[in-house]
């Protein structure tokens, strides 16, 4: 996890600004995945999907399963949609793909934990 670098503006075309707890929240921002406590103000990068997923690759919207603090990760490379889940507590994991089949056009969890319980909701674009 890297601290944001006074070049940087996370807050750049941000998508699915998410609460993780009382003084924490998380967002999307041009292929990346940021969190910041409040307290501190000062952002800190989780994952750059650019890096892991390719350099074409834009996060389209996030969702946070409180219960498992895992992230889905919904975006687009070269037109082609994925799905991705995300552990900051076990960032050597990296982007764990999640195989849907078919494009998604956002997704939420439903109950944590999309490879052991198969609990991904897809929706429709909007």
Same mark, same amino acid.
């Given at each position: ?40 103000? =000062? ?25 498992? %603090? ?5 975006? =687009? ?23 849907? %089949?078919?494009?998604? %056009? %956002? ?20």
């Amino acid at each position: 996890m890297e601290d944001l670098s006074l070049r940087q503006n996370a807050f750049t075309d941000a998508v699915s600004l998410c609460a993780l707890s009382n003084d924490t929240i998380a967002w999307g921002s041009d292929g990346r995945l940021w969190r910041m406590n409040v307290n501190t103000n =000062a952002p800190e990068l989780l994952v750059d999907c650019r890096l892991s997923a390719g350099d074409s690759t834009e996060l389209r919207s996030l969702d946070y399963a409180k219960s498992t %603090g895992k992230f889905l990760l919904n975006g =687009a490379r070269a037109e082609k949609e994925f799905l991705y889940q995300f552990n900051p507590h076990d960032p050597t994991k990296g982007l764990e793909e999640i195989p849907t %089949g078919a494009g998604v %056009g %956002g997704a939420a969890w439903l109950a944590g934990d999309a490879k052991t319980t198969g609990s991904v909701a897809k929706t429709a674009r909007c």
